[in-house]
């Protein structure tokens, strides 16, 4: 009983606090609007900026799905290479000198200017924005990989080496789990960003229908609302990929919050193997 | 030739110019319980990891029941001061690890790991994280994961260095008791005399600047170990001796 009322203050708590954050930056939206006289082309109540989302979902939402799918395509296939990149750089300490100035380099190159090129190799398609979603996300992941697997403590593998451990088996078993942390910080960087590279894409390299050139479009007929609410909605994907981000993270670790393993209903034959 | 489970010939090994360990030879009977102690810099880290394999001596061999391992690895249970338990496996998981290492964890290993965390006071805890248990359950855990190595031979090192006194008596009681049902031959370090002294059939003492061996005695103390023998003249009287080669006249 006292276990339940624990844990839904826990969820009250993690979960009611953002929403009331999130109703406060609404308020105080309505209250400098209001407060101020702000003109409705400079600044729309937050109100008009939800109906003009919704009224236009119909058109929205296909561009929603295609801003999602540049951003999680992007973001897959930057992590992945990014872990690649880590992995490799942190085992062969030659290749790290030789690759980590390349990847700061890439890191200082304007995205805005990357756009033109990646316009030019791979047309109008959503290959270029994939590839700058891509280029946001790998460089985070890379950075903290390399990070967690130089400090994987020496004597635990050692341990494993003394037991007998192919460096294969240490690599999966010892030092991945051991990288996870700040694994996971990577993930979440690039998660936060990963939208962002979505929409400039899609700015820089598009050729008429996204959600990016749809708000432009808004901007230049003077429809503040529309841009207010297109705005919220660009956010909205960008906090919900984020979320998924860490709820795999909390998924995938749980020993950072329970002291007792949980039961999966597939493992329970596993489980009652000797009883 | 010998019938010694380990048998180390002339073993050497320096860094630079530091002579970590002169030459030693040394022979081990299987199912004894061997101490050695000495002072921090008298070689006994480098001698198991030579004995382990994670160092490759500069000369001399290393024999396991009459095999030559020296400077391979995959032939000895080892265990530091710190435990080393994985905060991303749960106790059970923990126990088994050297299977998951090494080949695949199956049924059988899970039930043998269950009956030793039951037999040994932590089939409580065979879900938990490490990171719920003390330090002297975590010590347990990692011995147990020693066992569940299958090797004859485990190299201790201070296992229970990092424990608080009251912990570590309980802990050495507790380790004679499964020593004894599990029929292991074990190499413990420490710097701990009266605990070399209950714990070992033999104590090996060694001396830094060079580290090498200065004396091994034959503990005349019978089995089972009771905490009365820590007072009795048998241990005084070794204990005298050890204390006088570790710390010279001066003692």
Excluded at chain 1, 187 to 197: C, H, P, S
Excluded at chain 2, 8 to 25: C, I, N, Q, W, Y
Aim: glycine share 8%; charged share 15%.
């Amino acid at each position: 009983m006292r276990a339940t009322r624990r844990r839904l203050g826990l969820v009250a708590r993690n979960v009611g606090i953002p929403i009331l954050s999130l109703v406060l930056v609404l308020v105080l939206w309505q209250l400098i609007v209001v407060g101020f006289h702000v003109a409705s082309y400079v600044a729309p109540r937050p109100r008009a900026a939800i109906d003009a989302v919704t009224q236009n979902w119909s058109v929205l939402w296909p561009l929603v799905l295609g801003t999602i799918r540049e951003t999680v395509y992007g973001f897959v296939v930057g992590a992945a290479l990014g872990f690649f990149l880590g992995v490799i750089m942190a085992k062969v300490s030659f290749l790290q000198g030789l690759v980590y100035p390349v990847l700061v380099l890439s890191q200082a190159i304007p995205i805005i200017a990357l756009a033109a090129p990646l316009v030019l190799i791979l047309g109008f398609s959503t290959a270029p924005k994939i590839v700058i979603v891509a280029w946001i996300v790998f460089f985070p992941v890379t950075v903290n990989v390399i990070d967690g697997l130089s400090h994987v403590d020496r004597d635990l593998v050692n341990l494993a080496k003394v037991y007998g451990a192919s460096r294969w088996r240490t690599f999966w078993q010892i030092e991945i789990p051991a990288t996870s942390t700040p694994l996971f910080s990577g993930l979440k960087i690039g998660a936060t960003y990963a939208v962002t590279g979505a929409i400039i894409g899609e700015l820089a390299a598009s050729d008429g229908s996204s959600l990016a050139l749809y708000q432009e479009h808004a901007n230049s007929n003077l429809n503040t609302a529309a841009v207010y609410g297109t705005t919220m909605v660009m956010t909205a994907i960008g906090i919900s990929w984020f979320l998924l981000v860490v709820g795999v993270e909390v998924f995938a670790t749980p020993w950072r919050r329970r002291t007792v393993a949980r039961r999966w209903p597939w493992r329970r034959g596993r489980d009652l193997a000797d009883r | 030739m010998t019938d010694a489970l380990l048998a180390l010939r002339e073993v050497a090994k320096s860094f630079g110019d530091t002579v970590a360990l002169s030459p030693t030879t040394l022979d081990i009977a299987e199912g004894s319980f061997v101490a050695i102690v000495g002072p921090s810099g008298c070689g006994k880290s480098t001698l198991f990891n030579v004995i382990a394999g994670l160092l490759a001596p500069d000369a001399g061999a290393v024999l396991l029941s009459q095999r030559d391992v020296t400077g391979t690895t995959g032939h000895v249970g080892y265990m530091l001061q710190k435990d080393l338990l994985v905060p991303w496996r749960t106790v059970e998981d923990n126990i088994t690890m050297a299977k998951r290492l090494t080949g695949r964890v199956t049924t059988e290993d899970r039930s043998e790991a269950r009956r030793m965390a039951r037999a040994y006071g932590l089939g409580e805890f065979l879900r938990h994280y490490p990171s719920a248990l003390s330090g002297g359950m975590r010590q347990r855990v990692a011995f147990m994961r020693t066992l569940m190595t299958h090797q004859r031979l485990l190299l201790l090192d201070e296992p229970f260095g990092a424990l608080d006194a009251q912990t570590r008596l309980e802990m050495q009681q507790w380790l004679l008791q499964v020593w004894r049902d599990a029929e292991r031959t074990v190499l413990f370090i420490t710097h701990d005399v009266d605990e070399s002294i209950f714990l070992a059939d033999r104590v090996i003492v060694m001396s830094p600047r060079p580290g090498r061996v200065v004396a091994d005695f034959a503990n005349p103390l019978a089995r089972p170990r009771t905490l009365e023998m820590l007072t009795e003249p048998d241990f005084i009287a070794l204990k005298g001796q050890i204390m006088h080669l570790l710390h010279g006249g001066a003692a």
